[in-house]
């Protein structure tokens, strides 16, 4: 079977590190036939450039027709372009893992979070304005929508270690009193796993003092934007950290971090967009019940491991000095080894 995967190559850094990313699965396509077919299309700033709009309806289609996308990081007009995706496709679990991986300065070994984001509500709604004297955003929580992100955490803290910390402001906003509510009604439901809660700013406090405690957090919105960068901090780099944007019937899948408009573009670090690509994989697999999907994303994995473990070629943001397509170079060489 073949898959047709949009790609949005992005902004600053994402051009480089979506070619050291296709780079590796059309390796991988080529020597395990995954039948993976990629169509680029405009979105982002660029887009935005050329067409005087981030996201244009031709884009948008061929994105919609394909079965998945892979999307690197957009700059400025980032927001003009995933929310909307996000909202339009309704993907509404944004699935976050940060983990420490080998030979990687982190403040602590073996973190293995997995941040379960709603997607498609909270602060991120687009009810707003702003005159020059006032501005306004509406926080929008709906039960429907918590239950449905309520659930998907609970059936992935079923197949890890069984624990879900609720975050929220419960304390504060009637909003995260819903979502709070919500979330432990969902919890009741599964006994069988861990159910503990925290306060949005106790969460970013202890996830620096002891992150070893998390197995999944389950988090509204913007919550969960902030608290996800902040447990890349805490495995080394923002550039090692993917995302997967999924819905009842198609994916995004992305770099948690942005453009990086403060380094130069040749030295991004592409593993974030690498287990991007290898969450897409997983994703597919799991959907077409292709095996050889799983395991092309499983040579990924080790593959970059293996070349993060020998220290041999690392970009800036985790203590070396090397390219892009350098650190694919050594990923593709480990690859090869695989196949
Ligand atoms: P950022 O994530 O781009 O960068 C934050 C810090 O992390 C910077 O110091 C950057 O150099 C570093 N960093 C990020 N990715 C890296 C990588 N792969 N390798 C090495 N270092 C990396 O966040 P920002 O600076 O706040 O935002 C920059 C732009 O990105 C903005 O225009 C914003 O709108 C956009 N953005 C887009 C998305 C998205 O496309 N989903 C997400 C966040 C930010």
Redesign the pocket.
């Known amino acids: 079977m073949g898959f047709k995967i949009s790609v949005i190559e992005?902004?600053?850094?994402g051009p480089e590190?979506m070619k050291a990313t296709i780079k590796v699965l059309e390796l991988l396509n080529e020597k395990q036939g995954l039948g993976l077919e990629f169509k680029h299309v405009d979105a982002g700033d660029k887009a935005k450039e050329k067409y005087g709009e981030p996201l244009p309806n031709t884009s948008f289609e061929v994105i919609r027709n394909s079965h998945c996308c892979l999307?690197?990081?957009?700059?400025?007009?980032?927001?003009s372009?995933?929310v909307p995706l996000r909202m339009k496709l309704d993907l509404y679990a944004n699935i976050r893992p940060a983990v420490t991986l080998p030979s990687i300065a982190s403040l602590f070994k073996d973190v293995d979070i997995l941040i379960v984001r709603e997607n498609t509500e909270g602060l991120y709604k687009g009810i707003e304005d702003k005159t020059d004297e006032y501005a306004f955003s509406v926080r929008v929580i709906t039960r429907k929508k918590t239950e449905r992100i309520a659930e998907e955490a609970y059936w992935r803290a079923a197949k890890r270690k069984r624990k879900v910390t609720v975050v929220h402001k419960a304390n504060v906003l009637a909003s995260c009193r819903l979502f709070r509510e919500v979330c432990l009604e969902v919890s009741r439901r599964h006994p069988e796993i861990q159910t503990n809660e925290l306060y949005v700013d106790n969460a970013a406090y202890q996830l620096i003092k002891n992150p070893l405690q998390f197995d999944v957090i389950l988090v509204s919105n913007m919550f969960g934007d902030i608290l996800s960068?902040e447990a890349a901090a805490v495995v080394g780099?923002?550039?090692l950290c993917p995302a997967a944007n999924i819905g009842e019937r198609f994916a995004i899948f992305?770099?948690?971090?942005?453009?990086?408009?403060?380094?130069p573009k040749e030295?991004?670090?592409?593993?974030?967009?690498m287990l991007a690509a290898k969450m897409m994989l997983e994703w597919l697999g799991e959907k077409h019940g292709e095996k050889k999907l799983f395991k092309a994303a499983q040579i990924i994995w080790k593959s970059i491991c293996d070349v993060l473990r020998e220290k041999k070629v690392r970009?800036?943001?985790i203590g070396g000095n090397s390219r892009t397509e350098e650190f694919a170079s050594e990923v593709m060489g480990k690859i090869s080894l695989y196949v």
Request: aromatic share 2%; proline share 12%.
């Open positions: 992005g902004d600053g850094i590190i999307k690197g990081p957009i700059g400025e007009t980032a927001g372009v995933i960068d780099s923002l550039g992305e770099p948690v971090h942005g453009s990086a408009p403060d380094i030295y991004g670090n592409p593993t974030a967009m970009t800036p943001d």
